[in-house]
T-cell receptor, first 109, second 117 residues
Framework: QKEVEQDPGPLSVPEGAIVSLNCTYS??????FMWYRQYSRKGPELLMY????GNKEDGRFTAQVDKSSKYISLFIRDSQPSDSATYLC?????????FGTGTRLQVTL | SAVISQKPSRDICQRGTSLTIQCQVD?????MFWYRQQPGQSLTLIAT?????????ESGFVIDKFPISRPNLTFSTLTVSNMSPEDSSIYLC??????????????FGPGTRLTVL
């Protein structure tokens, strides 16, 4: 079993839709939870990070962590074509992050 | 956040040769990491580059194949030695522990796209 599981997609949604991206992890010692966005042929860009259970909101993005079920989510409201990218979840400790395979998102006009 | 640059951005190399990738950060950082990203796979940590001491390698990666240097708090190199086509991948540098703040959030460079023929 992988330490971090993420559906690779692709996920296709119409512009304006709410997008839900999810990961599960297996190690209860993981304390850091991050979401990255990666455009084609670019490095991963940090979108959101949190260290605790609950919700964290930043503009159209909300990161949600449920440590009891080891489940992390990223919600994107009012999705735009510019949101089309691969989204990677990362979780772990301060010295080491483990990443999911990434979910490829396509927002269509 | 930090500005992280990598050189080269891409390269095509012959089997059996070696390539050194450079990572430069615009501010001092505590930790620097090297990852590999193969198509359809997650980011895989190769090693943590330690300033002034030997790098810490993850299982499956060895110093002879991936020697790493970190001479100061803003610069590191990764060498891919005796390359084979299986080494074709994107290699990414990342950092955390920015001086003056940033905590434990990890930032990535733009990556080096390596193709081995």
């Amino acid at each position: 079993q992988k330490e971090v599981e993420q559906d690779p997609g692709p996920l296709s949604v119409p512009e304006g839709a709410i997008v839900s991206l999810n990961c599960t992890y297996s190690n209860s010692a993981f304390q850091y939870f991050m979401w990255y966005r990666q455009y084609s042929r670019k490095g991963p860009e940090l979108l959101m990070y949190t260290y605790s259970s609950g919700n964290k909101e930043d503009g159209r993005f909300t990161a949600q962590v449920d440590k009891s079920s080891k489940y992390i989510s990223l919600f994107i409201r009012d999705s735009q074509p510019s949101d089309s990218a691969t989204y990677l979840c990362g979780t772990g400790t301060a010295s080491k992050l483990t990443f999911g395979t990434g979910t490829r998102l396509q927002v269509t006009l | 956040s930090a500005v992280i640059s990598q050189k080269p951005s891409r390269d095509i190399c012959q089997r059996g040769t070696s390539l050194t990738i450079q990572c430069q950060v615009d501010s001092q950082v505590t930790m620097m990491f090297w990852y590999r990203q193969q198509p359809g796979q997650s980011l895989t940590l190769i090693a943590t580059a330690n300033q002034g001491s030997e790098a810490t390698y993850e299982s499956g990666f060895v110093i002879d194949k991936f020697p790493i240097s970190r001479p100061n708090l803003t610069f590191s190199t990764l060498t891919v030695s005796n390359m084979s086509p299986e080494d074709s991948s994107i290699y990414l540098c990342s950092v955390n522990g920015l001086a003056g703040g940033g905590g434990d959030t990890q930032y990535f460079g733009p990556g080096t796209r390596l193709t081995v023929l």
